[in-house]
């Protein structure tokens, strides 16, 4: 039987009454899982995680081990391909050249160029 360990509550309240949305993201998955196994799933030590979620992360930048937890745990709902894809797969995507030789591949990336997921859109379409 592979039961998760549970040893303490997740508190996030250093990083005041709004925390940024990956410390949102890492601490959920904490409260699924725990600190060793969402350490695990981005790539960090459990320490780290830790840290994080007490906003005392020891480096002057935490955008490490934000790209990091943003990587594995944040995902959209991607309107063209009606899933959730990774932000990454999501930029991929969207900067990729425009796939001329396939009337598919090219209606989805249309679709990707006006989408509210894409901070490069126009501005003035689909808002």
């Known amino acids: 039987m592979n039961a ?15 925390p940024p949305r990956w410390i949102v993201l890492l601490a959920n998955e904490v409260r699924a899982t725990n600190r060793k196994m969402a350490g695990d799933r981005i790539g960090v030590s459990r320490s780290a995680v830790s840290l994080a979620l007490a906003n005392r ?5 935490t955008s490490s081990i934000e790209k ?3 990587a594995a745990l944040d995902g959209l709902n991607c309107p063209a391909q009606q899933r959730t894809i990774s932000v990454e797969q999501c930029r991929e995507y969207r900067s990729r050249p425009a796939p001329t ?19 490069d859109r126009q501005q003035g379409e689909d808002q």
């Open 4 to 18: 998760i360990r549970r040893t303490r509550a997740v508190d996030i309240s250093n990083w005041g009454e709004a």
């Open 57 to 61: 992360y020891p480096s002057p930048s």
């Open 68 to 70: 990091k937890v943003l």
């Open 101 to 119: 030789h396939n009337p598919m591949a090219m209606r989805l990336w249309r679709s990707c160029q006006t989408c509210p997921n894409n901070p």
